[in-house]
Every structure is written in C-alpha cells, then in structure tokens.
C-alpha cells in the first residue's frame, strides 16, 4: 500500500501518481491489480451507480457502503472516501463526528472535502489524525451556485485558487484535487504547493490524475467530459444481454453443456 510519505516522494521525484474513481468490489479489485497508486470512492457514486440526479443526494451511510466495498476489494491501495453533500461544513461538533465515522468505519487512509471554506474543518480533522484530501476548482457539490463550467478562468479566480490551495495545505490538508481548472493555473498551483496535486480536467502538470472507472471504460456512461479519454468498452456487455435473451428466448440456451447430466427421476421413481 502506497503511504502518504511515499506519494509525497512520487511528487518528489517527479512520478506521476495514478487515480482512479471507483465505488465497488470488483472494480476497486481491478485497480488494484492494475497497480494503481490511489481510489477514490467518490460521491459521483450518486449518479454513476445509484441513478440520483446530482451528488446532493448523496448520503454518509452511502459513502460508507461504497467505501467498505471498495476496502474489501483493494486491502492493498490508498483509499480516499469523500464527505458527502451535508455531512460537513454544518458545525465544528458535527463535522468532525461524520469525519470520525466515516473514517473508522470505511477503514479507509483519507477522506476528501469540497472547498476552500472548510479550512478549520482540515485543521481540526489533521490534528485528530484524519488525512484530508482537499478538492477545489469545480466542486460537484456546489454546482447549484457555481454550475458545470471551467473555474479559475479570470486572473481574480486564479489568484484566489491559488491563495486558497496554500491555505488548505497550511491548515493540513495531505494532497488536494484539482478539477476543471486552466491548465497552466494548475502547474502554478502543483509547482507552489509540496503536497501532491490530482488533476482532472486540469492539464498534464498536476502531479498526477484521476479519471472515473466507469467514464474511462464505458461502462453505463452516456455522456463524457472533455478531459475523459475512455481506455475500453464496456458497452458490449449490451450485445452479450441481447444474445442471452435471445437465446433463452429460442430455447437455445441452456444447451447441454450448461446442464448436469445425472438422470435422477427414474431413482425416484423406482
């Protein structure tokens, strides 16, 4: 398992880091096979797997399941588990009591909080040993005021990303996310900062990326960001559904090989 001193060593060295967002057994199963650095179990769950409308309906219990799940599938891989949309920035008692279940019982390495806002939350949860992982440019859970758009695009925007990115790591924050953002803001930010960065949609100068396992493979996935490249395929599972209903349908399958072959009503019959 990759500690965070030796992700810190990989922004050292100038070795990219690997991310990938995943929320199941099987496919936190696969990134771990496949060497990847970190999982994200992120709140993009809501709509990837549960069919919510946004990440607002997004709830601590359901980070929780995903992020048992995820666990159990990569033992092996640094796990992040976001707070969802509610759980956090209410009251300093509150948030750090979800911050605390959250973290014990998703046995996870670091949970990840949206915005900038929540500087004394990353303060208080470091001091008590959590990991934070900071997220900011397009936070998904205010969309509602800041919509789906590139951030950080005025020189006003930029210079209060960066000023923000240097607070949250001030106030603990062990990497940080960076999403939907100009690309050369991002390398400043990646440069100005000794905690590793994580881009998506933020260029190649971030210390490493991220991309969703199910927008990467295809998988139930009908409309992609620009900053997605999808490495496979996974909608030919429908041509597969079709020909397993077709065949059950024509009586094709279950053919003999699919079937055991004891004969046991004529026993039951003597």
Do not use: W
Not at 5 to 12: D, F, I, T
Not at 19 to 28: E, R
Request: hydrophobic share 40%.
């Amino acid at each position: 398992m990759k500690t965070l001193s030796q992700l810190q060593q990989l922004k050292r060295d100038k070795e990219k880091i690997t991310m990938v967002t995943a929320y199941d057994y099987p496919s936190a199963k696969q990134a771990e096979a496949a060497e990847i650095d970190m999982i994200l179990v992120g709140d993009s769950l809501g709509m990837t797997v549960l069919g919510y409308e946004s990440t607002v309906e997004v709830t601590l219990d359901d980070m929780l399941h995903h992020g048992r799940a995820v666990r159990r599938g990569a033992p092996n891989t640094f796990v992040v588990v976001d707070m969802p949309f509610g759980s956090v920035g209410i009251d300093a008692t509150t948030d750090i009591q979800n911050a605390i279940r959250l973290y014990q019982q998703s046995q996870c390495n670091a949970l990840k909080v949206e915005g900038a806002h929540l500087t004394q939350f990353i303060k208080q949860a470091s001091q008590m040993g959590i990991p934070i992982v900071a997220h900011l440019g397009l936070t998904p859970q205010s969309v509602g005021i800041s919509g789906y758009k590139l951030q950080g695009a005025t020189k006003d925007a930029a210079e209060q990303l960066i000023q923000d990115a240097k607070a949250v790591e001030a106030a603990g924050a062990v990497a940080m996310v960076l999403e939907a953002i100009p690309s050369d803001l991002a390398k400043v930010v990646s440069e100005q900062l000794t905690i590793p960065t994580i881009g998506i949609g933020a260029g190649k100068d971030t210390d490493g990326q991220v991309l969703v396992y199910h927008d990467m493979l295809s998988y139930g996935v009908e409309r992609y960001a620009k900053f997605v490249k999808r490495y496979g395929d996974f909608s030919v599972g429908i041509d597969a559904l079709k020909a397993y209903h077709q065949e059950v349908k024509s009586g094709a399958f279950p053919s003999e090989e699919y079937m055991y072959k004891k004969q046991i009503m004529g026993e039951l019959n003597d």
